[in-house]
């Protein structure tokens, strides 16, 4: 198997920056200002002490994760600034962004709230509308940023 | 991993596993951050190799 040559860095640099970030947002609005769900909180109704703490470690691990991701791509982008390979415009760089936060909700809302059912986009009502509006927003943002990667300079 | 995970704390504690922690270790919560995080860098990490579809006209 021959690896094509490697050429757009700073797209898949954008991707990373756009599933953690993405990852980000879901952690911060979704868990902890606007208190929908948390990680477990289908299976572990965060209405004790002991589900709260359970649920709150499982973010952390999820946060963990979105750090990560983070991580990644901001090493992708200095090792980008250091060879200078790829010509960067500011749509394309943010349509990578908007592609990655597509795919997160995408990947993310369908292995979560539809598969393995550990949480759902609104707790209270269990697998609702909202869990596919979730979906619908990654199609949306997946297709926004192609559409954006896709111009030409 | 979760059959690995049940196995290393069965055969710890005996039959019942020890806390809430590894309790969810070993049913679904790994599944639910790991494998999303996996797939996503599978995702990528296949777009970084090979040839993107997304052409761009390079500067001279």
Known sequence: MTVRSYRHPMLSAGLLLGIGMGGFIDGIVFHQILQLHNMLSAKYSPNTVINIELNMVWDGIFHLGTWLTTAAGISLIWREVTRRTEPVTTRRFLGSIIAGWGLFNLVEGSIDHHLLHVHHVVERYGESSWDFAFLLSGVIFLLLGAILMREQE | ?60
């Open chain 2, 1 to 60: 991993m979760t059959i690995i995970a049940c196995l290393v704390c069965h055969s710890e504690t005996g039959l019942a596993l020890k806390n809430a922690f590894w309790d969810t270790l070993s049913t679904t919560a790994i599944f639910g951050v790991l494998l999303p995080f996996f797939i996503l860098f599978l995702v990528v990490g296949i777009f970084h190799l090979f040839e993107s579809p997304f052409p761009y006209e390079a500067r001279k």
